[in-house]
């Protein structure tokens, strides 16, 4: 559970680092896992009445490549802005770790890939195209237009 200080009429910079396991849980995601440290920082400001939290979360993701199927680890920044009601009477800080877990939650990609120009595997041999060229035939043709290969034109030889 990560709090942060408010006070009325003022802005609070905030910073701090977590162990993954600790903000994401064990089973967090089923495509990957967030690993090593989570470090937040941003800052809680007094906007009337209202208190906006807005930072940064930064993190790791190790995951399985969607094209190549290789281990990989990724480096994350997620922004994050909220704007809360604080009564007058309650503590004098917020406690913001669901709002780290939803921000690393909803900044996750729907295509895991070790790097944006990921060739993938093969589909001839299903070699990685990332280590270097299988030299097979990899051209596809679509089984319906396969008989107009033989075709020939008039005049053709």
Not at 110 to 130: F, Q, T, W, Y
């Amino acid at each position: 559970m990560r709090k942060v200080q408010i006070r009325k009429g003022e802005t609070i910079p905030f910073d701090f680092i977590e162990n993954a396991a600790e903000v994401c849980g064990k089973d967090f995601l089923n495509d990957g896992e967030i690993i090593g440290n989570v470090k937040i920082s941003g800052k809680v400001e007094d906007v009337g009445g209202r208190f906006l939290i807005e930072g940064k979360v930064f993190c790791e993701k190790k995951f399985v490549c969607d094209r190549c199927l290789a281990d990989s680890i990724g480096k994350q920044v997620h922004k994050f802005e909220e704007e809360l009601e604080i009564l007058p009477e309650e503590e004098d800080s917020i406690d913001i770790s669901d709002l780290i877990l939803d921000t690393i939650a909803a900044g996750q990609s729907l295509k895991n890939l070790c790097k944006d120009d990921c060739r993938g595997l093969c589909p001839v041999c299903g070699s990685n195209l990332n280590e270097g060229d299988c030299g097979c035939d990899r051209e596809e043709i679509d089984s319906r237009l396969a008989a107009l290969k033989n075709f020939k034109l008039i005049g053709e030889v």
